[in-house]
Structures are given as structure tokens and as C-alpha cells.
């Protein structure tokens, strides 16, 4: 935990017109959302459920597990980390939350600006056409059948192997390239494009703050190093840009 943090990173903060923050599931795992490298996948294999082909090949399973996700959200609330990105946007300057989770927890603790790279758990989609469906959630059928065509319904999320929403990918790399402070908070940086993110901050010449309890891929190139868990690092970041 940093005792202290670089009062260039301060000025930095306090002067930033536009900070970008990408996230993952490492500022979820403080309210208790397992992360991947720590909870998932340990059950099962990413290519056993969140690929379209894990999908063909047992629907049930895998909607079964991402049912099983959407219940535990039930009791899973925003934690200080997500609270103080939402500060940050209510202080009155642009934050672009470039999320890798799909829990919904940012919109929850009040951020507005939240772009979701890998879509969301509450969000449902027919798997033939693509488009979002309602009214499943009593259906008895596991996967629930899409109202107008019959196939079967799936999570509106990005699996692997699958194109992130082309939009979301150009907001998300536009922000990383026009902001003037980029974090990278609770992420491994290990699944692209998303990991590229951090990068693409740095080669258009925009510091890069990581906030991790861990080393990862990009932890050498960061230029700043917040070594703890973002539910305590982020609330006393604000607190030290903004004494008052
Ligand atoms: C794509 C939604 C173009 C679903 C997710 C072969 C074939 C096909 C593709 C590939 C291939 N090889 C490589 C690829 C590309 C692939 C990829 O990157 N693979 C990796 C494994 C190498 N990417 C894709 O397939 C993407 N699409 O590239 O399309 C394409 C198409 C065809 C062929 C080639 C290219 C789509 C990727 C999206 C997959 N969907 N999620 C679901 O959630 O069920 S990924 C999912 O896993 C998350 O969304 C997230 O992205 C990732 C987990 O990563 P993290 O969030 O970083 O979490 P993790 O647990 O790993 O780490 C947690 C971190 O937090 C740790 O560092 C830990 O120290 C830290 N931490 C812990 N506690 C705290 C903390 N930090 C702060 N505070 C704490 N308290």
C-alpha cells in the first residue's frame, strides 16, 4: 500500500481535464465478484464456457454459469474503489471508464461514462440474430428460446474468439489516446485488444498510473506504480489530490 503518492501524480490529477480508466475484474474482487486468474475459471475452462463453440456444444452449462453469475450480483454491491471513480466524475472533469467487466458495478456506484468492452451480464441477446431480448428471465427452458425466431437465447457478452463492439473498442481507444491521465485498475493485462489499452496511453505520450496489489505484463512500463488493492488505493488518492 502506498504511503505516499508521487506529487507529480497529484498535479497531474488535479490538473486533468480528461482521465481514462480501464478496469477489470480486480476492482470487482472487493465486493466479492471472484476474479478470473483467482475464481471462474477455476471451475471450468474459458473455451469450455465463454466461447460461441463451449456454447454449441453444452448451451445449458453455459447459460446455467452465467445464470449462476447474474444471481450472485444479486447480493454484491459497489465497493470504495468503484465510489471513488464515481467521485472523480462528480468532481466536474471527463472520466471514461473503459470496463472489462461485465457486472454492472460502475453504473451502480454512479459512474456515468462507462464503456463496456466485453458487453454485460444483465444484458441478453438472441444467438441467431443478434438482437436483445426481454421478458426470459421466468422461461423454464435453459437456454431460454428467442421470442421471435425460436434459437436459443445468450448472454450479451464478448466471448473469446469474438469481435469486441466495434464502437465501444473506437471510444475506448480514442479516450485512451485524448485524455491526459490514463489508469489501469484491477486488470492482469493479458487479454487483448483491451490490454492494448494501456499501451496505446503511453505511445500518444499520456502517463499511465497502475493501480494492482500485483506485478503485471505492463507494470514495467507504467509510470506510475500504486502497489495495492484499488478499494484502499483509490479513496486515499482523492483524499491526497483533494485534501480539503
Ligand atoms: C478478439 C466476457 C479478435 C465473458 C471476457 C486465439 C483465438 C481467438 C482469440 C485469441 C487467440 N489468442 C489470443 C486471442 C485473443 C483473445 C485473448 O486475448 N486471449 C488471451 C487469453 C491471450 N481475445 C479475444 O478473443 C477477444 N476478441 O481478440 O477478437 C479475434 C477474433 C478471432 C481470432 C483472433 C482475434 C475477446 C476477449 C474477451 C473475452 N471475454 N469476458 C465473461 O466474463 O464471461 S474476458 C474476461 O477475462 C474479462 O472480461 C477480462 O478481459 C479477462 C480477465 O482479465 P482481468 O479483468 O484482468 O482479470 P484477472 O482475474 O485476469 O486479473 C485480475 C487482476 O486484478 C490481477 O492482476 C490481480 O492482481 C488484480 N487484483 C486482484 N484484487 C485486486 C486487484 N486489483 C486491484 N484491487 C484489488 N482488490
Redesign the pocket.
Given at each position: 500500500m502506498p504511503r505516499v503518492f508521487s506529487q507529480e501524480l497529484l498535479e497531474r490529477l488535479r490538473s486533468a481535464k480528461h482521465v481514462a480508466i480501464l478496469t477489470?475484474?480486480?476492482?470487482s474482487?472487493?465486493s466479492g465478484v471472484p476474479?478470473?486468474?483467482?475464481g471462474?475459471w477455476g471451475k471450468y475452462s474459458?473455451e469450455e464456457?465463454?466461447t460461441v463453440e463451449g456454447y454449441i456444444k453444452d448451451p445449458k452449462l453455459v447459460w446455467d454459469w452465467?445464470a449462476e453469475?447474474r444471481r450472485e450480483l444479486r447480493q454484491i454491491k459497489p465497493n470504495a474503489?468503484h465510489l471513488a471513480l464515481a467521485r472523480l466524475e462528480q468532481r466536474g472533469l471527463r472520466c471514461t471508464v473503459i470496463t472489462?467487466?461485465?457486472d454492472g458495478l460502475h453504473q451502480l456506484a454512479g459512474s456515468a461514462r462507462v464503456i463496456e468492452?466485453?458487453?454485460s451480464?444483465h444484458r441478453v441477446k438472441c444467438f441467431s440474430e443478434n438482437t436483445l431480448a426481454s421478458g426470459w428471465e421466468n422461461a423454464a427452458e435453459s437456454p431460454p428460446r428467442c421470442p421471435d425466431c425460436g434459437a436459443w437465447l445468450r448472454?450479451d457478452?464478448?466471448?473469446?474468439?469474438?469481435?469486441?463492439p466495434p464502437l465501444a473498442l473506437a471510444e475506448a481507444m480514442a479516450a485512451s489516446r485524448a485524455c491526459d491521465l490514463f489508469f489501469s485498475?484491477?486488470?492482469?493485462?493479458?487479454?487483448?485488444?483491451?490490454?492494448s489499452l494501456p499501451q496505446t496511453a503511453l505511445a500518444a505520450g499520456v502517463p499511465v498510473a497502475e493501480?494492482?496489489?500485483?506485478y503485471?505484463p505492463f507494470t514495467a512500463y507504467a509510470t506510475y506504480v500504486l502497489r495495492?488493492?484499488?478499494?484502499q488505493?483509490l479513496p486515499r488518492l482523492l483524499a491526497a489530490t483533494w485534501p480539503a
Open positions: 477489470g475484474a480486480g476492482i474482487a472487493e476474479t478470473f486468474q483467482g471462474f474459458p464456457l465463454a452465467y453469475r474503489g472489462q467487466n461485465i468492452l466485453h458487453g451480464l448472454p457478452v464478448v466471448w473469446y474468439g469474438e469481435t469486441l485498475i484491477g486488470t492482469a493485462t493479458q487479454v487483448y485488444p483491451a490490454a493501480v494492482n496489489p500485483d503485471t495495492g488493492p484499488a478499494g488505493v
